[in-house]
């Protein structure tokens, strides 16, 4: 069974851009989180997506959204980019994540630069 | 809030050595806590889970770890290290939201494992 890929796997962008990263989840898996990892803060929460619903969500900024599709796969979008958005944005796929065991499954994560 | 906490930022270890990383939570109710490791450049990959079942837990690579309620702990042990071994460790506790039907993982700050020839 494949795993959780994740395009582009290497991203640079200048200050005020907008970006758009794509995760496909392991087959049959309905649920996709996205975790934004930087050496100062580690590994954050942005928001988690079930059926094409937001049912959960961290504590960033409005300019971080996201979206999943009928076929699971999702988008998280950043717009007005700013240099402390520079990170590695990892997504992590489940069968629901309505289970305090669920295990998340992660895919290999895009760098993202921003000059 | 649930979390937890990884002592010791980097820990380093000569091959064959015994391996320990430590992860003490927070929790007013039992957690359910996770140990992930991450290779340079690429995600994270479960080693093993507590799920209540037994506070013994097995995981991949020959890793295990012991869950003890009264120390609120779950420390990562190797008995004997390899190099491949080397990498970033993360503890993990599973979180609800505010509905409780929900969860998301929140990370201790990692522990980088340093294997020495």
């Known amino acids: 069974k494949a795993g959780v890929t994740q395009t582009p796997r290497y991203l640079i962008k200048t200050r005020g851009q907008q970006v758009t990263l794509s995760c496909s989840p392991i087959?049959?898996?309905?649920?996709v989180s996205w975790y934004q990892q930087t050496p100062g803060q580690g590994l954050q929460f942005l928001f988690e997506?079930?059926?094409?619903?937001?049912?959960n969500k961290g504590n960033f900024p409005g300019r971080f959204s996201g979206r999943q599709f009928s076929n699971s796969r999702s988008e998280m979008n950043v717009s007005t980019l700013e240099l402390g958005d520079s990170a590695l944005y990892l997504c992590?796929?489940?069968?629901?994540?309505?289970?305090?065991?669920?295990?998340?499954?992660f895919g290999p994560g895009t760098r993202l630069t921003v000059l | 809030a649930q979390s937890v906490t990884q002592l010791g930022s980097h820990v380093s270890v000569s091959e064959g050595a015994l391996v320990l990383l430590r992860c003490n939570y927070s929790?007013?109710?039992?957690?359910?806590l996770f140990w992930y490791v991450q290779y340079p450049n690429q995600g994270l990959q479960l080693l093993l889970k507590?799920?209540?079942?037994?506070?013994l837990v097995k995981g991949i690579n020959g890793f295990e770890a012991e869950f003890k309620k009264s120390e609120t702990s779950f420390h990562l042990t190797k008995p004997s290290a390899h190099m491949s071994d080397a990498a970033e460790y993360f503890c993990a506790v599973s979180v609800a939201d505010s509905g409780g039907s929900n969860y998301k993982l929140t990370f201790g700050k990692g522990t980088l494992l340093t294997v020495n020839p």
């Open positions: 929790s007013s109710v039992p957690p359910y």
């Open positions: 087959s049959g898996h309905r649920s």
């Open positions: 992590a796929s489940s069968w629901a994540a309505t289970l305090a065991t669920d295990t998340q499954y």
């Open positions: 507590y799920t209540s079942a037994a506070t």
């Open positions: 997506y079930f059926s094409e619903t937001q049912r």
